[in-house]
């Protein structure tokens, strides 16, 4: 398997950012608060076109990934770019080298989701360290996404 991280992998599409944080549900793995949305492929952001004539599409669109992700390193927390940057680098590189566990995941279910991973931490942890964040933080959304698919009775 290759450990990439492509750029149709990215959330960036306006329109999704606002219904995840409108409809998605939220979860908590320290330092990070996750912000999730089961979409469907007609989620799929129009290309933007920034000339005034508009292309016709295309006849094989791309396709889809399982999981679109941002990364929020807050102005709040961390004042200065580098420290943002570095939280932001660090935690893209552990969610790419475990991406595929949530992938195999998301495969078997027939899913796609939103994900937003908002590190809420107040200093910037180890790359060893956020290595095993990023492991119960995989393990926890497939947990909480077998649970909102397969609701057990009783159980909002």
Known sequence: MTY??????????????DRLYAEGRRLMVYPYSIQWLAIDNADRAPSENRT????????????????????VAPKRRFR??????RVKRLTRECY??????????????????????????????????????????????GADILRTQNPTPGQP
Do not use: W
């Open 96 to 141: 790419r080298m475990r991406k595929h566990l949530l992938y195999d995941l998301l495969a078997q279910n027939g899913l796609r989701i939103a994900l937003a991973l908002v590190y809420v931490g107040n200093e910037i942890m180890t790359y060893q360290q956020l290595e095993r964040k990023m492991d119960k933080l995989v393990e926890a959304l």
């Open 4 to 17: 990439t991280f492509h750029k149709c992998e990215r959330l960036c599409s306006r329109r999704l950012i």
């Open 52 to 71: 005034s004539h508009p292309t016709p599409p295309s006849p094989h669109p791309a396709p889809l990934p399982p999981c679109q992700v941002m990364i």
């Open 80 to 85: 200065h770019a580098v420290d943002r940057n």
